[in-house]
């Protein structure tokens, strides 16, 4: 900016435009009582053909941009590769076109600032505000047109069309909203949403199968200090009957192994055990908002969700230690079968998941 | 004033010309509208850097409606399960939703395609991004003044709608990361009281994911959201148009006028040109850098999660109150209620909107100002608005912090528990003590101002008087400044309002004028006053007289100045006698050199 406000000698032009020095044409404003400075392209014809030089090229780079463009659109293979310094290896088309694109964008956007600020006028001039408010005269006249309005609908002079006209248009929204009903489609056998919420598809006898493979699990060759992540054996009979991953997210599973002694307690009613040798399972799902938790400490049995960090104590029914969980990780009883694997003894005792209104009630 | 263009007024009109006048009276014989033209075509608007913040908004929206419609051509909202055998290995053969398998399709296959998904990604940052920071200019200006506070509630609701439509994109693709956002969303719609597990049911066809939620929010992804988002800029901007942009005081400036460029041609280049810098901007950054890799996350499964996880920026800060929050939660009579979840998610969200819309309304109540006003404040000039303000932006940090407190710990090596006291105790703490600095430095400010009113701007000139004293001298401020710092509003708090009338008979509005007084004296409470007509006088005058004294001594520097090599040739006597006797003229002439330009 400095550059423009000054002549080669380095001295200052200002230029007042103040007071009605020269005659202004229809649809020109009046100059603004600001110092007024002279750019270099107004002074010296040189500048000026050069700025006009300037706009005109970027322009017609922009143009050249997207030739460039359609020649990578054509010429680069989908999975080639370049590497830039400092972002590392991208897509060779995605980044040639987004630079040839981007750049004949921004070239326009360039040339027309780059024309505003050397070429077109910069006179400050003023326009006149007018108050919000209406006139008075405006102001009484709406209220004159009004009251005709009124007496001649009889709006005033009869209530009951009033009031009934209001009480249809108060309710008429009405289906719509009920309409909205059926965004739940409830089955017949579930009165209410909170029952859903209360039972997971694990059933007593069920074996235990890890996530991904679905390999029935031997308690045996869990090693101490161990986890597992695991799901009910039929999960993939559910989820493929159910088009859904409903059933998943709630009957996800934890096992751990810890020595029998390091058990401080479990959520088993007084004089039973629901672990097998130190094996444990509890839910998965936390208890805060839901997120999957296995981020599992062996040495202290602490287990963190990551996405709150909401601490629960493994070794001690899984209470919570720290964080903004309130409800400890239910507990699946487990026992193991004839041939060794791990089977749940029935389902969850508490509801898993987040908690919800109605969570603490029969 | 002596350019070329402007000296060829009247060219006869071009052919080009002529079929555009004859095309202009087609349409206003039809619309009325060459009399709109005549009122708009050269409509002025101040100029100022602040001022291009909601342009960004604006552009940024527009390149996201573009490269969203580009978007719908390819994505299928679709959770159908299919088997990925696309080109991107890590992931042949994975089970995933249709969705997530289109998305993938969009980077991989389709040429263009992830330059426009990153494009959409990109601008829609912009777009949020602009909206914070443009409602922080409105706010700490006073922008939102009467007649303006309509549009200040227009201007939050876009920002909501803003925050909503990114939410709601966010979670289209079904990648892993998406997914965990929704799952949290089901949690914090459970932890709602009464009416908590239904709205979660209605929302997702039933329990948590089922099968309807992706189909769902892209219909109020791509219609809904968008549909109210551009029915309320133009709302927005009409009101901008009829209203006349705000100004900064300044030479000329006054509540009754505009001083800037008009409309054509200078605005029309500059905001037009605006749009394609930012268009090309987000383009160019788009091509490069990478956001949003889905196909690192895989596909959404509601038993895994990956660690670290953090949600977009504008999300982050309800992510840390989440995390900061005491783990709360009450049974009353048999009923669950989750303050945990609940008050970070929905009460503190709802209450700090609230504060916000209703505060152009709060803040004329409590200084009982109802004057129109189109000249803004410098935010120093409000320093209890700008402190609240910057009280807000600091509470606002320390729970985005908050959001991200895991990789923080990790990376600077200290434990999570550590990390959620320290925040905990900051939340409370730090946007007190913001209050108090950013308070303190306003009134700093304004106490510069005023110095500068009343002493001028310091030269670090000193002079020597004949009796001996020494002096600095004073240099005047130059016009735009002095415009600046008298365009300060001088507001008195409100006067306590009498308990009883005339008659005696008690005042039944005692008690809120009396809170309305207090809350108006803490407002302008230690305000820094603004110096009167006289006092300024007396300054100039006294500022004026140091320049006099000065005077010969620059005149005397002037005539040595060589303009070649400096090289000094001879000294002319100096006119006066004032200063002849002493050396510090001459010691002071070569400090002083380079100023007598000025």
Known sequence: MSDDTQDQTGQELVQSTGGATKELRPGEWPPADVEHHLRRTDTDPKAQARAVRQVATMFMLSVLFVILFIVAFIAIPRDAVVSIPFIGPISALNSAMGLTFGLAIFLIGAGAVHWAKKLMSNVEVVQERHPMKSTPEETALAADIYEVGRDQSTWAKYPIIRRTMLAAMALVPIPFVISLRDLWIQPASVSTPSVELKTTIWEPGMRLVTDITYQPIKADEIPVGGLVNAVPENLPEVEEEEHNLNARAKAAVIVVRMLPEEIQSQQAPEGDNWDYNGVLCYSKICTHVGCPISLYQQRTHLLLCPCHQSTFDLSDSAEVVFGPAYRRMPQLPITVDDEGYLVAVSDFAEPVGPSYWEISRP | ???????????????????????????????????????????????????????????????????????????????????????????????????????????????????????????????????????????????????????????????????????????????????????????????????????????????????????????????????????????????????????????????????????????????????????????????????????????????????????????????????????????????????????????????????????????????????????????????????????????????????????????????????????????????????????????????????????????????????????????????????????????????????????????????????????SRFIHRDAIEKPTADEIHHADEHIAEQVEMEKPLLEREEAMHVAHDGAVLSKPPLETDVLESGDPADSSSNGSGSNSQQ
């Open chain 2, 1 to 519: 004033m002596s350019t070329e263009s402007q000296a060829v007024s009247n060219e006869p009109q071009s052919g080009v010309e002529q079929k555009g006048a004859a095309a202009a009276t087609y349409v206003d014989e039809r619309v009325h509208s060459n009399s709109w033209l005549s009122r708009n075509l050269n409509k002025v608007f101040p100029d100022h850097w602040s001022f291009m913040l909601g342009e960004i908004a604006l552009y940024s929206f527009v390149v996201v409606l573009l490269s969203g419609v580009y978007l719908t051509l390819f994505y299928k909202p679709s959770v159908v399960e299919v088997i990925y055998d696309g080109p991107y290995i890590p992931l042949k053969g994975v089970q995933m939703s249709e969705a997530y398998d289109s998305a993938l399709a969009i980077s991989f296959e389709v040429r263009g395609g992830l330059l426009m998904r990153q494009i959409h990604h990109w601008s829609a940052l912009f777009f949020v991004v602009a909206i914070a920071v443009h409602m922080f200019r409105i706010f700490f200006t006073g922008a939102f003044r009467k007649p303006r506070e309509l549009n200040w509630v227009i201007g939050m609701t876009l920002a909501l709608l803003a925050l909503g439509a990114g939410f709601t994109g966010y979670s289209l693709p079904d990648d892993l990361l998406s997914g965990t956002g929704l799952r949290i969303i089901e949690g914090i719609l459970l932890a709602i009281p009464v009416i908590g597990t239904w709205a979660s049911f209605l929302l997702f066809g039933g329990e948590f994911p089922g099968v309807d939620i992706i189909s769902r929010l892209y219909g109020i992804h791509i219609l809904l959201i968008p549909g109210i988002i551009v029915a309320m800029i133009t709302v927005h901007l009409m009101l901008v148009w009829s209203q006349k942009h705000t100004q900064f005081p300044g030479p000329g400036r006054t509540d009754k006028n505009v001083v800037g460029y008009p409309l054509m041609p200078v605005y029309m280049a500059k905001a037009g040109g605006f749009f394609f810098l930012i268009f090309g901007l987000i383009t160019i950054i788009a091509g490069i850098v990478q956001i949003n890799p889905i196909w690192i996350f895989g596909p959404y499964t509601p038993d895994q999660v990956s660690a670290g996880t953090q949600p977009d920026w504008y999300i982050g800060w309800l992510d840390g109150a989440l995390r900061l929050m005491p783990n709360l939660e009450w049974v009353i009579f048999g009923y669950t209620l989750s303050l945990n979840v609940f008050i970070p998610t929905v009460i503190l969200p709802g209450l700090i909107v609230t504060a916000a819309i209703i505060y152009p309304w709060l803040e004329a109540w409590a200084t009982g100002d109802k004057r129109e006003h189109h000249l803004l404040d410098r935010p120093r000039n409000a320093p209890t608005r700008t402190a609240l303000g910057v009280m807000a932006i600091t509470f606002y940090v320390v729970l985005w912090i908050g959001g991200g407190n895991d990789v923080i710990a990790v990376g600077f090596d200290l434990s999570i528990n550590f990390m959620i006291w320290l925040l905990r105790f900051s939340l409370i703490i730090l946007p007190a003590l913001a209050f108090i600095i950013t308070k303190r430095i306003c009134l700093s400010l304004q106490r510069r101002d005023r110095d500068l009113l009343l002493h001028g701007r310091e030269t670090g000139r000193i002079l020597r008087l004949p009796h001996g004293e020494f002096i600095e001298v004073h240099a005047p401020i130059n016009d735009n400044e002095r415009a600046r710092i008298e365009g300060k509003p001088d507001i008195k708090p409100l006067p306590e309002p009498p308990e009883t009338d005339s008659a005696g008979v008690a005042n039944p509005k005692y008690k809120s004028g009396k809170r309305r007084a207090g809350l």
